[in-house]
């Protein structure tokens, strides 16, 4: 097919999607429908309706345009398939490259690539190389010789200065001054300088020779002076109790008839929300303390041997 051929299909199908938009509109006319009635009941934007009555099929989607046009022609009261055959293949939109690859742009990226892999290959794979070389030659070496080679090889020494050298060589003295072993005679191991690895233990008192000073001390620490306090509950009342060092021990509404016992080292601080409600003892004697006998609010401290402070 030539290009004046292709040309003339396309202006065909263009014919035919007009006369097919404009049957569409006819049909609308004679209804007396405007196109937002068609846009509402087709739910489509008007723009789309517009150019179906116009023939702009190659502004709608492919997969969509034949549908379009269908529910169009039912809602005007037209057959659809006769449309439908009329309305044939209409020319699509050419199809145009957006963002085009760039090949230069792809080669370099490319060339980047492979020198990276260079780079990288050249920075890793000699150092392990080298690794893998220097381990061999250690494993390869010969091992050093035996405690009784060495004594073999020294030669021009005597049994025993050999014997020195060697106990002097292993202890690697740090303060001792170097053996001569070449002028000396027999050195044994005995005559070597050797320092303490402990230092003596210090003789340790007796336990007779401590128990003076523990009892010595024990008198001199003070007896801490403990009283017992105790509240009965005549009749319901709000009470607080606090300890000598500012500790909370009770706080709450206690019932007539309850009884609160508390030990410690005194003095102990009270509130009490009704005084005649409550009977206080201190190492079982009775508190009488002032506004005992009202239904009052009083707040006191119980010191050492059941005084009252207010």
Request: aromatic letters at 6%; glycine letters at 6%; charged letters at 30%.
């Amino acid at each position: 097919m030539t290009e004046h051929e292709d040309s003339e299909l396309s202006e065909q199908d263009n014919e035919r999607c007009r006369l097919v938009g404009q049957r569409l509109q006819d049909a609308r006319l004679q209804r007396g429908l405007s196109l937002q009635d068609v846009s509402r009941s087709l739910r489509l934007p008007g723009l789309t309706v517009s150019d179906i009555e116009e023939g702009r099929m190659d502004r709608l989607a492919r997969p969509y345009r034949r549908g379009y046009v269908a529910n169009y022609a039912r809602l005007v009261g037209l057959e659809p398939s006769v449309l439908l055959d009329q309305l044939g293949q209409c020319a699509d939109p050419a199809l145009r490259n957006v963002l085009p690859a760039s090949r230069r742009g792809w080669r370099l990226e490319r060339y980047i690539k492979s020198a990276t892999y260079i780079v990288a290959t050249i920075a890793i794979v000699p150092p392990l190389i080298f690794f893998f070389v220097q381990s061999g030659s250690r494993i390869a070496s010969p091992e050093p010789e035996s405690g009784v080679e060495q004594l073999a090889s020294e030669t021009g020494y005597s049994d025993d200065q050999r014997v020195a050298r060697r106990i002097a060589r292993a202890l690697a003295l740090d303060n001792a001054d170097p053996v001569d072993t070449d002028n000396e005679g027999h050195v044994t191991a005995s005559a070597l300088p050797l320092r303490p690895t402990r230092p003596a233990r210090e003789s340790e008192p007796a336990l007779e020779e401590l128990l003076p000073s523990v009892a010595a001390l024990s008198e001199e620490i003070p007896a801490i002076p403990v009283l017992e306090l105790s509240l009965e509950l005549l009749e319901d009342s709000w009470v607080e109790v606090y300890a000598a060092d500012g500790r909370r021990l009770e706080f709450d509404l206690l019932r007539a008839g309850q009884l609160r016992n508390f030990s410690g080292e005194p003095p102990f601080r009270l509130l009490l929300g009704r005084a005649n409600a409550v009977r206080v003892l201190a190492d079982g004697e009775p508190v009488l303390f002032p506004g005992h006998e009202r239904a009052d609010v009083v707040n006191l401290e119980i010191l050492e041997g059941g005084e009252v402070k207010r």
